[in-house]
């Protein structure tokens, strides 16, 4: 999946708003959720060794909140990578250079969105 079929997957699927919060890297995205403004991606363009690969060539790669269990599978898989300036516990960096399937980032998109939603609160009674 490429930048843009995310950015339109996301906010036709999920109730979100995307902004771009920093001047000095325009080309990062943060998706947020529209009821509480808690980000559930960031989208941005990296250099490659930011990532730990070779070379200094810029790659689109997507932040994702998941679980320490699933982000620590998914390190042993291609086109994953610990999370780049976020908890590494808790967030995953992907890869947007076709090595991930769209139906895997779809898939982990539900799961960050489903972590940074609202908390349902249970009435005492």
């Not at 042993?76 to 992907?94: C, L, Q």
Request: aromatic share 10%.
């Amino acid at each position: 999946m490429d930048r843009k079929k995310l950015e339109t997957f996301t906010l036709e699927t999920y109730p979100a708003s995307a902004d771009r919060p920093w001047l000095q890297y325009p080309n990062y995205e943060v998706f947020r959720h529209s009821s509480n403004q808690k980000w559930l991606a960031v989208i941005m363009d990296l250099p490659k060794s930011k990532l730990g690969l070779q070379g200094e060539e810029r790659i689109d790669a997507v932040n994702l909140k998941c679980g320490p269990i699933l982000a620590g599978s998914l390190l042993m898989e291609n086109g994953f990578f610990p999370a780049y300036h976020m908890r590494k516990d808790s967030w995953i960096t992907v890869a947007l250079d076709g090595s991930v399937a769209d139906d895997k980032i779809k898939m982990l998109l539900d799961v960050s969105y489903q972590a940074t939603a609202p908390k349902v609160r249970k009435k005492k009674g």
